[in-house]
């Protein structure tokens, strides 16, 4: 009587390329969500830089500081290479929109950088995940074509802006962003950038005028 099925060699290679199709269907879904993703929370800040310093300001003021521990809520301002400068601080309010439909308010770790693309241009890239944690759960880009992206600090003791911020101890007192897109100036100082924004974290460190306004005047 004549067996019928399959040899061990048919089933290796049915097996084999059945894995190999999976395989592609997945990476075709795959680089279509981070597409589509990418997408939604572009459109969620409309490509716009006003937009995304308005969301960078707002969560600098709902910023969330505690002297300890030291590691969960310090503030950390990186002066990096060339337009690469980098701020890390944990807040109440996420700067993007599609993010912030979903979030319940509980305090998280931002850290907001320029990551470079391709030569001499890039994007402004958000990072984001619970403050007691060391990893991001979620990564979004704010803007593209960045050409860079500017973060000065006010140091309250020395009364001048600084380009980092190192003091665990202390929140900066005022937070300037400049941003430039593509074709537009980059500037050494604080002036002379087509959009910048000042942020005012209500942390009580800041100096009040007679009108009752923080201000913070002077440095680069």
């Known amino acids: 009587m004549k067996k019928t099925g399959f040899t061990l060699l048919e089933v290796v290679v049915s097996v084999s390329v059945f894995c190999l199709l999976m395989l592609a269907?997945?990476?075709?879904?795959?680089?279509s969500w981070r597409a589509t993703e990418r997408i939604a929370r572009r459109d969620a800040t409309g490509g716009n830089p006003q937009v995304v310093l308005d969301r960078?300001?707002?969560?600098?003021?709902?910023?969330?500081?505690?002297?300890?521990?030291?590691?969960?809520?310090?503030?950390?301002?990186?002066?990096?290479?060339?337009?690469?400068?980098?701020?890390?601080?944990?807040?109440?309010?996420?700067?993007?929109a599609a993010a912030?439909?979903?979030?319940?308010?509980?305090?998280?770790?931002?850290?907001?950088?320029?990551?470079?693309?391709?030569?001499?241009?890039?994007?402004?890239v958000m990072s984001a995940g619970p403050f007691t944690l060391e990893e991001w759960d979620r990564e979004v880009v704010l803007l593209e074509n960045v050409a860079a992206f500017r973060v000065r600090?006010?140091?309250?003791?020395?009364?001048?802006?600084?380009?980092?911020?190192?003091?665990?101890?202390?929140a900066p007192a005022a937070v300037w962003f400049g941003l430039a897109m593509k074709g537009e100036p980059v500037a050494s100082r604080r002036t002379g950038w087509a959009h910048e924004r000042l942020a005012l974290p209500r942390l009580g460190y800041?100096?009040?005028?007679?009108?009752?306004?923080?201000?913070?005047?002077?440095?680069?």
């Open 206 to 220: 800041g100096s009040l005028g007679k009108s009752g306004e923080t201000t913070v005047e002077g440095g680069k």
């Open 25 to 31: 269907v997945a990476s075709v879904w795959t680089v």
């Open 100 to 124: 912030a439909s979903a979030w319940d308010g509980a305090p998280e770790r931002l850290e907001v950088k320029w990551r470079a693309v391709k030569s001499g241009m890039g994007e402004l």
């Open 153 to 170: 600090y006010w140091n309250k003791a020395r009364q001048d802006w600084v380009d980092r911020w190192e003091d665990e101890d202390k």
């Open 56 to 96: 960078l300001e707002e969560a600098v003021e709902a910023a969330v500081f505690h002297r300890q521990p030291k590691s969960l809520y310090a503030w950390q301002g990186k002066n990096g290479r060339n337009e690469a400068d980098e701020i890390s601080f944990v807040t109440t309010l996420a700067p993007d």
